[in-house]
Each structure stands twice: as structure tokens, then as C-alpha cells.
């Protein structure tokens, strides 16, 4: 069955410049996550959708940072005005449910500002 | 501030030998303790969990045990083989957002 697609799969941008990540979760699934991996680090939490819920931003490290997620199901991240610190794999996750179903992530984006 | 930390960074182990990943936490709210797997170029999947009423869970070669009063808990992958090799996230959560641990390298050499 399909999983979490997530695209590009790959994204090399030039300092200064916005990007935009997709993600589509799996076809059902209410709850939507965004994780960043930096090298060498654990995932760190950016964005949570549940439903029609107001989404949890308390992750976002900037406010050029933000998501969207349209009709309960396409993702998409944003960054404006990209910075090098940007550069990091960025992961989308989504779960049946809240509580303790298990998270289910896409293959990440690759993100590498120059 | 990580909430989980995690131990080694990375470890080498035998084929057939056993891999022992070391995770501490700080937060008693904590309910939920999962391990997720990843290989190079993948998301991350989720391997084994427990929660903090059962001290130990086994799935096949993998053991979580787990210390409520320590709070501590650990990851044991027995009898490891080279398809073993990949990241190791440790990870805990009280609702429906999960704190992870810096990850574990592991190596399996045949």
C-alpha cells in the first residue's frame, strides 16, 4: 500500500531563497507531523495537524517558518528566505489517531542551502 | 533541550553478538516508549514500544527494558546481524508529540 510521499526528495537552494516541501500522508490518516533531522541529531518536533484542530506551531524555530495543511490531507512546509542552518532533512509523519498510534514517515526531504 | 537522552552515539558489534542502546528521560509524565528503526535514506519506522506498567517486552530479537524508577530505558537487539545495521531512536511522549533521542549508530560486521 502507499505510503508517506514526500517531495522533493532532494532540494539544493540558494541563501535568501523560499522553498516549499510536500508531503501526502497516508490516505485516512488525521494526524499530520513535520520533524527536522540535522546531522548527528535526534528528529526535532516542528508542526502538528490534527483534523480540523488549530495545528501545534510550538516547534516552529522561526517565523519564517510556517505549514499548511489543505482538506485534512496534502501538507506543505514552507521556508522563507532560507538561511544555512536551514539545511537539514526535513520529515513528514502522519498517524491514524491521536495517542499512541504509531507515526509512519515519509523518506524525508533533503534541504542544503548554499 | 533534548528531553531524551541517548547512549552511544555509535556502536560496533559482532554478527550474533548483542547491541545494548541506553535511553534516560526526565519528564514523569512520560507514558509511552517507543524505538524506531532507520536505514540510510528511509523515514524512520517504529520497531518495538512499551509502556512504563511492564518492565521488560520482547518481540522476536528485540528486548526494551524498562526502569520507572531510574527512568531509564533500554533498547537490547540479541543475536545482531549485518540487516540490523541502522539508527536507533529512542523516544517517549505523554501525548501525541514524541521527544527523540539523539539516535544510535549501530554496525553489524559479519
Known amino acids: 500500500g502507499a505510503g508517506v510521499s514526500q517531495s522533493p526528495s532532494n532540494k539544493v537552494t540558494e541563501k535568501g531563497k523560499d522553498v516549499e516541501l510536500r508531503c501526502d500522508p497516508i490516505?485516512?490518516?488525521?494526524?499530520l507531523y513535520w520533524y527536522r533531522q540535522s546531522l548527528g541529531q535526534g528528529l526535532e518536533f516542528l508542526i502538528y495537524f490534527q483534523g480540523n484542530s488549530a495545528p501545534d506551531k510550538s516547534g516552529l524555530p522561526s517565523d519564517r517558518f510556517s505549514a499548511e495543511r489543505t482538506g485534512g490531507s496534502v501538507s506543505t512546509l514552507t521556508i522563507q528566505r532560507t538561511q544555512q542552518e536551514d539545511s537539514a532533512v526535513y520529515l513528514c509523519?502522519?498517524?491514524?489517531?491521536?495517542?499512541?498510534?504509531?507515526?509512519?514517515f515519509g523518506n524525508g526531504t533533503r534541504l542544503t542551502v548554499t | 533541550q533534548q528531553q531524551v537522552k541517548q547512549s552511544p552515539q555509535s556502536l560496533i558489534v559482532q554478527k550474533g553478538g548483542i547491541s545494548i542502546i541506553n535511553c534516560a528521560y526526565e519528564?514523569?509524565?512520560?507514558?509511552?516508549f517507543p524505538w524506531y528503526q532507520q536505514f540510510p535514506g528511509k523515514g524512520p519506522a517504529l520497531l518495538i514500544a512499551?509502556?512504563?506498567?511492564?518492565s521488560e517486552k520482547k518481540e522476536g530479537r528485540f528486548t526494551i527494558s524498562f526502569n520507572k524508577s531510574a527512568k531509564q530505558f533500554s533498547l537490547h537487539i540479541m543475536d545482531s546481524q549485518p540487516g540490523d545495521s541502522a539508527t536507533y531512536f529512542c523516544a517517549a511522549t505523554n501525548d501525541y508529540k514524541l521527544s527523540f533521542g539523539a539516535g544510535t549508530t549501530v554496525t553489524v560486521r559479519a
Open positions: 512499551i509502556r512504563p506498567d511492564v
Open positions: 509523519a502522519s498517524s491514524s489517531s491521536q495517542g499512541n498510534s504509531p507515526l509512519h
Open positions: 490516505s485516512g490518516h488525521t494526524a
Open positions: 519528564n514523569t509524565a512520560f507514558d509511552y
